[in-house]
């Protein structure tokens, strides 16, 4: 079992619609925990940054962490279609600062 | 964010020849450096820890004298791909923790190497 799992998609929606990406993971000592988006062959671009548990909003980009179900999300409102791209979750320990990535959701957003 | 910057970001090499990736964080300063590498459609896998002043750490699986790493500096840290083979083509990515105390890490562009 991989210690972070995320849906790789794609997953298509309409221009406007709200978008919901799920990482669930199985490593209790993860505490920081992140959203990357990566367009095809470029770097991974920084999207949200939490710690722990809460909400976090930026924007269009909402980051909800909920530790005690080991589960995490990135919603997206009003998509747009240069939001399509993948979107890899990551998140690692206290006191191990490599991060561990899911194996990220391709997203498209139709016109 | 902070900016972190690789070179090359494409390179073609022989097979048996070695191919040097550097990652420099331009706007602050990284004792330490991370890099990654990821095959088509998959995700970023950790090979190394750069560790500025002391020696890197290595995933469990990566060959640490296939591939060499120097942090040389706060700002630069260099891959070395030595003896390179078909199986090493892939996308190698670099990050960097924007500061001492948090884990928020920026990424570099990103070196497709091509190993022919």
């Known amino acids: 079992q991989k210690e972070v799992e995320q849906d790789p998609g794609p997953l298509s929606v309409p221009e406007g619609a709200i978008v919901s990406l799920n990482c669930t993971y199985s490593n209790s000592a993860f505490q920081y925990f992140m959203w990357y988006r990566q367009y095809s062959r470029k770097g991974p671009e920084l999207l949200m940054y939490?710690?722990?548990?809460g909400n976090k909003e930026d924007g269009r980009f909402t980051a909800q962490v909920d530790k005690s179900s080991k589960y995490i999300s990135l919603f997206i409102r009003d998509s747009q279609p240069s939001d399509s791209a993948t979107y890899l979750c990551a998140m690692s320990a206290a006191g191990r600062r490599a991060l561990t990535f899911g194996s990220g959701t391709r997203l498209q957003v139709q016109p | 964010g902070a900016v972190v910057s690789q070179h090359p970001s494409w390179v073609i090499c022989k097979s048996g020849t070695s191919v040097k990736i550097e990652c420099r964080s331009l706007d602050f300063q990284a004792t330490t450096m991370f890099w990654y590498r990821q095959f088509p459609k998959q995700s970023l896998m950790l090979m190394a820890t750069s560790n500025e002043g002391s020696k890197a750490t290595y995933e469990q699986g990566v060959e640490k004298d296939k591939f060499l790493i120097n942090h040389a500096s706060l700002t630069l840290s260099t891959l070395t791909v030595t003896s390179a083979h078909p199986e090493d083509s892939s996308f190698y990515i670099c990050?960097?923790?924007?500061?001492?105390?948090?884990?928020?890490?920026?990424f570099g562009p990103g070196t497709r190497l091509t190993v022919t």
């Open positions: 990050s960097a923790p924007w500061t001492s105390g948090e884990n928020e890490q920026y």
């Open positions: 939490t710690y722990s548990s």
